[in-house]
């Protein structure tokens, strides 16, 4: 047997808080909660549900992760973000190998993590295929976050196993939400990544993109929310190298 810390980050997360933290609960022995300055009723909720908030200002996902696992009272770790909901047999799985054996410490397990968008489940959204599989159970003096600007993953010397069950990772959920992101992740590669400035690349990249993600996924069958996920992959392959090419052009005489 074995005890669980849950690292659970939080930004203005209300609209799914009191869906998240149930399943935790069933599981945990502790929630570590890290929040970045949420304005709504996130803090009201964790309160509700007895969890202390600890606050931290957000640099990038990774780094907000490592920090909770810093805070956290036992070696292995679950670590969820607030959009992310654990079904039964996720929680049940969990429980199972709580009760027995302590695993060995290179042991990690992925979650089976299936993608909505606008409140429906999508095949793909740029650049994942779903689900996927990303590695959130493990021991912490075995792996830590990487510090990529965005699609960051745990690395280390571990041996993976994929769990059962169905994890609703519940984001863009309204149209706002969608550019917002595809903004704010664009910007964080340009600032965080070597992106080679070129509008020719972006232009062809964007056009790979839309037949990729959009005709070749099948998200085409998918309606208005296929749409969206199609046109979201092709703006973000074009506004990395749009912005690249913006901020380091030089100025001309």
């Known amino acids: 047997m074995f005890k669980l810390s849950v690292?659970?980050?939080?930004?203005?997360?209300?609209?799914?808080?009191?869906?998240?933290?149930?399943?935790?609960?069933?599981?945990?022995?502790?929630?570590v909660v890290v929040d970045s300055g949420s304005r709504d009723a996130t803090l009201d909720i964790c309160a509700q549900h007895g969890l202390a908030v600890h606050i931290h200002p957000y640099e990038m996902h990774g780094a907000?992760?490592?920090h909770a696992i810093s805070l956290s009272s036992h070696d292995w770790?679950?670590?969820?973000?607030?959009?992310?909901?654990?079904?039964?047999?996720?929680?049940?799985?969990?429980?199972?190998?709580?009760?027995?054996?302590?695993?060995e410490p290179k042991k990690a397990?992925?979650?089976?993590?299936?993608?909505?968008?606008?409140g429906q489940q999508v095949r793909t959204l740029y650049p994942v295929s779903s689900p996927d599989?990303?590695?959130?159970?493990?021991?912490?003096?075995?792996?830590?976050?990487?510090?990529?600007?965005?699609?960051?993953?745990?690395?280390?010397?571990?041996?993976?196993?994929?769990?059962?069950?169905?994890?609703?990772?519940?984001?863009?959920?309204?149209?706002?939400?969608?550019f917002n992101k595809l903004n704010g992740y664009t910007t964080r590669l340009v600032v965080h990544q070597r992106i080679r400035p070129s509008i020719f690349r972006g232009v062809v990249s964007a056009i790979g993109a839309f037949f990729?993600?959009?005709?070749?996924?099948?998200?085409?069958?998918?309606?208005?929310?296929?749409?969206?996920?199609?046109?979201?992959?092709?703006?973000?392959?074009?506004l990395k190298y749009f912005k690249a090419w913006y901020a380091y052009r030089k100025p001309t005489a």
């Open 212 to 238: 990729k993600w959009y005709l070749f996924s099948g998200a085409w069958r998918e309606g208005k929310v296929g749409l969206v996920t199609g046109l979201y992959a092709t703006f973000y392959s074009f």
């Open 133 to 178: 599989y990303p590695v959130r159970l493990f021991n912490r003096n075995q792996a830590r976050f990487n510090d990529r600007p965005v699609d960051d993953k745990v690395v280390g010397d571990i041996e993976t196993v994929k769990m059962p069950g169905h994890v609703r990772h519940d984001t863009f959920y309204s149209l706002h939400e969608v």
């Open 7 to 31: 690292c659970l980050l939080t930004f203005n997360s209300a609209r799914l808080l009191d869906a998240v933290i149930p399943p935790l609960l069933q599981i945990a022995d502790e929630i």
């Open 77 to 103: 770790v679950l670590c969820i973000d607030s959009d992310e909901i654990l079904d039964a047999e996720v929680v049940e799985y969990i429980q199972r190998l709580k009760s027995g054996e302590v695993p």
């Open 64 to 66: 907000q992760m490592n």
């Open 109 to 118: 397990w992925r979650l089976p993590r299936y993608w909505y968008a606008l």
